[in-house]
């Protein structure tokens, strides 16, 4: 019933740009704080930014601060990620979460050097 789909994800060389996006489905998040997650190969899963309801307040990882724009559009119940000069450090499957511990899938993102 409820379900987050993440798209956009792909192979970049490194110093490029990737936008991931969020659509969800079966319950609107507009009154609750979504974030985007990642975890690469041998390591723990890790917050990556978050954002508040109203879009208003952001927060960001250090790696990322800087280069990641998080975003959402309530009306379309969507949330995105704008990653710039990535890094092959940035290589990872990156996971939408939304109140309630819903999870997408997951998209690959790889950074090549």
């Known amino acids: 019933q409820v379900q987050l789909v993440e798209s956009g994800g792909g192979l970049v060389q490194a110093g490029g740009s990737l936008r991931l996006s969020c659509a969800a489905s079966?319950?609107?998040?507009?009154?609750?704080?979504m974030g985007w997650y990642r975890q690469a190969p041998g390591k723990e899963r890790e917050l990556v930014a978050s954002?508040?309801?109203?879009?208003?307040?952001?927060y960001y990882a250090d790696s990322v601060k800087g280069r990641f724009t998080i975003s959402r559009d309530n009306a379309k119940n969507t949330m995105d990620l704008q990653m710039n000069s990535l890094k092959p450090e940035d290589t990872a499957i990156y996971y939408c979460?939304?109140?309630?511990?819903?999870w997408g899938q997951g998209t690959q993102v790889t950074v090549s050097s």
């Open positions: 954002i508040s309801s109203s879009g208003s307040h952001t």
């Open positions: 079966g319950r609107t998040f507009s009154a609750y704080g």
């Open positions: 979460h939304a109140a309630g511990d819903y």
